[in-house]
T-cell receptor
Framework: NAGVTQTPKFQVLKTGQSMTLQCAQD?????MSWYRQDPGMGLRLIHYSVGAGITDQGEVPNGYNVSRSTTEDFPLRLLSAAPSQTSVYFC?????????????FGPGTRLLVL | DAKTTQPNSMESNEEEPVHLPCNHSTISGTDYIHWYRQLPSQGPEYVIHGLTSNVNNRMASLAIAEDRKSSTLILHRATLRDAAVYYC??????????????FGQGTILTVHP
């Protein structure tokens, strides 16, 4: 298994541009989520999904859109990039999202918005 | 969400045991205690979790206080590769919380050769 994969590894955007961060998992996990991590901080939840066609907002959803058309993929879209969205983005997945499960994290995408 | 409190940083020497404490005085009966670690420039990595009883795996041990208001992650013999930020996280057991992990600041562990 490849686990959780993320692309790209690094991206530079100009203010106002849009882009999609890709996340895929090959473990047949129902639950997937996106976090952002700002320098020196812990991770904060952006959006999550409990299965194909079902998504919901996390702690910091503004400026981001998600969709889940397949079990494997959970892309994160930045609609109009702002410098405040400069961060490292991590995708995670787990089997169903219940409390006793392990979450698996991807390697992250570093985003710089100028 | 119930909160956790960890020391900002700890230091250890290689080959010595490390005890990383975590306080969670407002923990509920349905909260699991999870530990994740994050090595530099990497995503978080699962270490161990437990509910009420002490737990052991190949990476570490988790000692949970009888009243569950605190826990300790034990690395039996620290190596340089264990240098990371360690996060103690409470995770609700019921499905409707949908697996949210609330990350605090964590403990920065420095391991000296």
């Amino acid at each position: 298994n490849a686990g959780v994969t993320q692309t790209p590894k690094f991206q530079v955007l100009k203010t106002g541009q849009s882009m999609t961060l890709q996340c895929a998992q090959d473990m047949n996990h129902e639950y997937m989520s996106w976090y952002r991590q700002d320098p020196g901080m812990g991770l904060r939840l952006i959006h999550y999904s409990v299965g194909a066609g079902i998504t919901d907002q996390g702690e910091v959803p503004n400026g981001y859109n998600v969709s889940r058309s397949t079990t494997e993929d959970f892309p994160l879209r930045l609609l109009s990039a702002a410098p405040s969205q400069t961060s490292v983005y991590f995708c995670a997945s787990s089997l169903t999202g219940t409390g006793g499960e392990t979450q698996y994290f991807g390697p992250g995408t570093r985003l710089l918005v100028l | 969400d119930a909160k956790t409190t960890q020391p900002n940083s700890m230091e250890s020497n290689e080959e010595e045991p490390v005890h990383l404490p975590c306080n969670h005085s407002t923990i509920s009966g349905t909260d699991y205690i999870h530990w994740y670690r994050q090595l530099p420039s990497q995503g978080p990595e699962y270490v161990i979790h437990g509910l009420t009883s002490n737990v052991n795996n190949r990476m570490a041990s988790l000692a949970i206080a009888e009243d569950r208001k605190s826990s300790t992650l034990i690395l039996h013999r620290a190596t340089l590769r264990d240098a990371a930020v360690y996060y103690c996280i409470l995770r609700h057991s019921i499905r409707t919380s949908y697996g949210k992990l609330t990350f605090g600041q964590g403990t920065i562990l420095t391991v000296h050769p």
